[in-house]
């Protein structure tokens, strides 16, 4: 994108007084982010005494004020609540008559585009929808990682090209979804990166069990190889005893975590029959080995059920 035209809301946004609305651990690291691009943090609202603390590492010297009064002092407000509390954040902002005509509102939900700021929209504010898709740790490393980070981006066409600025501006690449793809566009975000956080704890706990006194040591270089080899490769990068048909390795897989971490086995076993079956469509698993994987995975699957029905939790 040009940087040569005039400042203007339909290709570069002029530099801009920034407010923060919910001081989690997205908003102050965005707003730190659009500091270093020439705009000016001026208002921040948080509740718990963890976010004000995040608010004031991350941006010192900006005042903590109650939200109404963020929307007064800022022509760009970031709206960075938790998913639940979004629409009714900005429906109460709207109504109060909080939200000013021409003011641009940027919400950092993956699973909303920019129809849950409807409200805000009738009352005269610009809505952009911007999901970094990224981890925050709440501490100014966050900032750092945003190079390079792709967003989310969505918005009416008119304030596309806006958004997709703001984005670069904080050393983001901007991804344009589609408001109607907005839930299935987080829903792949979340299986990759949230439920990949569960697998490594698990992992790490099995290891501990297992006697190594540094999973996390052994686990590194392994999960490293095998992102990078998923990224580049896909399914052709798919190793190991479910993907080879080893029926009697993954049955002594079932066992010891029968036996060791029964919280796990669902897990595996879900994890393991949706390997196997990617496995079988790209043709990695032979389908004469598959027959009896598949039924190992099935009386696990059976056992876990018994486990956690009705009478298992009797018992």
Aim: hydrophobic share 45%; charged share 20%; aromatic share 2%.
């Amino acid at each position: 994108m040009s940087t040569d035209q005039q400042p203007d809301l339909k290709d570069r946004p002029a530099r801009l007084s920034v407010g923060v609305v919910g001081a989690g651990r997205v908003g102050p690291a965005l707003a730190a982010a659009l500091q270093l691009a020439g705009h000016r943090p001026v208002a921040v609202s948080g509740v718990s005494d963890a976010s004000r603390r995040r608010a004031e590492l991350m941006l010192p010297d900006v005042p903590l004020v109650p939200p109404a009064e963020v929307l007064q002092r800022a022509e760009l407000v970031l709206l960075t609540v938790p998913d639940d509390a979004l629409p009714g954040l900005v429906q109460g902002l709207a109504e109060t008559g909080a939200v000013r005509p021409g003011q641009l509102l940027a919400h950092t939900s993956g699973r909303y585009g920019a129809k849950v700021l409807d409200p805000a929209l009738r009352a005269g504010a610009l809505p952009l929808a911007l999901h970094p898709a990224m981890t925050f740790t709440g501490t100014p490393v966050d900032v750092e990682r945003l190079a390079g980070c792709s967003f989310g981006v969505t918005a009416p066409e008119e304030l596309r090209l806006a958004a997709e600025a703001l984005v670069i501006e904080m050393g983001g690449e901007p991804e344009w979804i589609a408001e109607e793809n907005r839930p299935l566009y987080h829903a792949a975000l979340a299986l990759g990166s949230n439920h990949l956080v569960t697998l490594v704890a698990q992992s790490m706990e099995l290891l501990r069990t297992a006697g190594v006194e540094a999973p996390d040591r052994m686990l590194g270089p392994l999960l490293g190889a095998a992102l990078d080899n998923a990224l580049r490769s896909g399914d052709a990068a798919l190793t190991g005893p479910v993907a080879r048909g080893d029926a009697g390795t993954v049955a002594a897989h079932v066992t010891e975590l029968r036996k060791h971490a029964p919280q796990t086995l669902a897990g595996y076993v879900a994890m393991a029959r949706a390997t196997a079956d990617r496995a079988l469509a790209h043709g990695l698993l032979k389908p004469e080995l598959a027959e009896d994987l598949l039924g190992v995975l099935a009386d696990g699957r059976d056992e876990t059920n018994d486990t956690n029905g009705p009478e298992g939790n009797a018992r």
